[in-house]
């Protein structure tokens, strides 16, 4: 069946513009989760999704990050006013629900590029 | 939180050798334990993965072994083929959120 799709694969901005990154997540999985993995480093958390809502934001950078998810599927990060710092890969994953032990699938990424 | 540190960062070894990489962690509560292999311009791919009643599990040529006293798990691969080269990532969970190694490059000379 079809993995976790990522768009668009690559992006690059002019600092100050606002991006949009989409992930559509395994059909029947309930929880989504947003990473990112600068040049070199491991992943870092940045949102967990149940359903629709979202009960931890912990790891968004800055108020200039959010995320949304709708119909149990899609779902946007949304970087505003962009900074050469938020360069790095944004890595969306999936599970079928949530909970320690839940493979997390991973989509293959976009890649952003702030000049 | 949890703080994952994974070494070594670098590891080259010879095709049919054995690779080993380890990670310790934090968090006593954490009880998955998943490694993941990133190849270039993809996603982490999950490779194996261990939960805390277990000490040793293994699939085929990659093995995970684990020590809840110690807060330290390895990823041991056997008879290593160039396909396996890749950046390889530990993690570990309590609950749903993952936290990550840094990661290791692995790197299968012919």
């Known amino acids: 069946g079809a993995g976790v799709s990522q768009s668009p694969s690559n992006k690059v901005t002019e600092k100050g513009k606002d991006v949009e990154l989409r992930c559509d997540p395994i059909?029947?999985?309930?929880?989504l989760y947003w990473y990112r993995q600068r040049l070199g480093q491991g992943l870092e958390f940045l949102i967990y999704f149940q359903g629709n809502s979202a009960p931890d934001k912990s790891g968004l950078p800055s108020d200039r990050f959010s995320a949304e998810r709708t119909g149990e599927s899609v779902s946007t990060l949304t970087i505003q006013r962009t900074q050469q710092e938020d360069s790095a890969v944004y890595l969306c994953?999936?599970?079928?629900?949530?909970?320690?032990?839940?493979?997390?699938?991973f989509g293959p990424g976009t890649r952003l590029t702030v000049l | 939180g949890e703080n994952v540190e994974q070494h070594p960062s670098t590891l080259s070894v010879q095709e049919g050798d054995s690779a080993v990489i380890k990670c310790t962690y934090s968090d006593s509560a954490s009880n998955y334990f998943p490694w993941y292999k990133q190849e270039l311009g993809k996603g982490p791919q999950l490779i194996i993965d261990i939960r805390s009643n277990v000490g040793e599990k293994k699939d085929q040529r990659i093995a995970v072994t684990l020590n809840k006293t110690a807060k330290h798990f390895s990823l041991h691969i056997t008879e290593t083929q160039p396909e396996d080269s890749a950046v390889y990532f530990c993690a570990a969970a309590n609950d749903y959120k993952l936290s990550f190694g840094a990661g290791t490059t692995v790197t299968v000379r012919a």
């Open positions: 059909s029947g999985h309930t929880a």
């Open positions: 994953a999936s599970s079928l629900d949530r909970g320690s032990g839940d493979t997390q699938y």
